[in-house]
């Protein structure tokens, strides 16, 4: 895994209310930002307690739950997966880490790169052992890898997927705080990526070519981790 960073370890006296990791994500040599890529905090044990999504200008910012040790995390296709070495977080304020990833040639068409890709039924296995309940008792069967690859050669984001599938039947919308989706009438349904809840305002920027299935809960599937319904998104890395 990639291994470079560069911080500014000053905290700020703002009032802020918890220890912030924030910075850019950029690309090793270039600088240039890299956007939508994926940014997780993890604690020493590797248990994930914040994930989100770097803005256009390759901004991130993630909160840890207390003071400890953590690891930031970073991916994105085209690049090495990256992570820091255990940052002490000991007291409030903003901590500054900037994120630099090294590309990474993709594989060339034509390879035969796809017998190493988890298939459906593994996938399955992996997300009952998540959230408790079989993909089959669903109300909506999952929307697997293939399908949000055609959407990603169409140029569509998770809005316009979410929109366009038949796979499913949501009211997608857009407000001012993000898009919405919603079953009928319903509030908007809570989006969660690996498990991690997202703010609305990030749901656009997900990077779908890192995202292997999308489950659906209704509240009618008898959820007990989620009773009023989701929309629970899976990276391939997170289901291995």
């Known amino acids: 895994m990639g291994c470079l960073l560069a911080i500014g370890w ?12 924030q910075g850019r994500v950029l690309e090793d040599g270039s600088n240039q930002p890299v956007a939508t890529a994926l940014v997780r905090l993890v604690d020493g044990e590797g248990t994930q307690h914040a994930v989100t999504i770097a ?36 007291t409030r304020g903003a901590y500054p880490v900037d994120l ?3 590309p990474a040639p993709l594989g060339l068409p034509g390879l035969a790169v796809g017998t190493q890709r988890m298939s459906n039924a593994q996938a399955d296995r992996e997300i009952r052992r998540i959230i408790g309940l079989s993909v089959g008792s669903l109300r909506f069967r999952p929307i697997r890898f293939n ?19 038949n796979t499913v039947s949501l009211i997608v919308t857009e407000t001012r705080d993000g898009p919405c989706f919603a079953l009928r009438a319903g509030a908007c349904l809570p989006v969660f990526l690996n498990g991690l809840r ?18 659906v809960i209704t509240p009618g599937d008898a959820s007990v ?8 998104l899976f990276t391939e890395a997170w289901l291995q």
Not at 10 to 21: G, I, K, M, N, Y
Not at 205 to 210: A, D, N, Q, T
Request: no cysteine; charged share 20%.
């Open 198 to 215: 997202l703010n609305r305002d990030f749901m656009s920027g997900v990077p779908l070519e890192m995202v292997h299935s999308i489950v």
């Open 225 to 232: 981790a989620y009773p009023s319904g989701a929309l629970l």
């Open 100 to 102: 630099l990833l090294i």
């Open 147 to 165: 399908e949000i690859q055609r959407h990603i050669d169409a140029g569509r984001n998770l809005t316009d997927l979410m929109r366009w599938t």
């Open 10 to 21: 000053h905290f700020a006296p703002a009032p802020l209310v918890a220890q912030t990791f």
């Open 55 to 90: 803005d256009s200008a390759g901004m991130y910012r993630v909160d840890a739950p207390a003071p400890g040790a953590y690891r930031l995390e970073a991916a994105r296709l085209g690049y090495e997966n990256f992570e820091t070495p255990l940052l002490e977080a000991s």
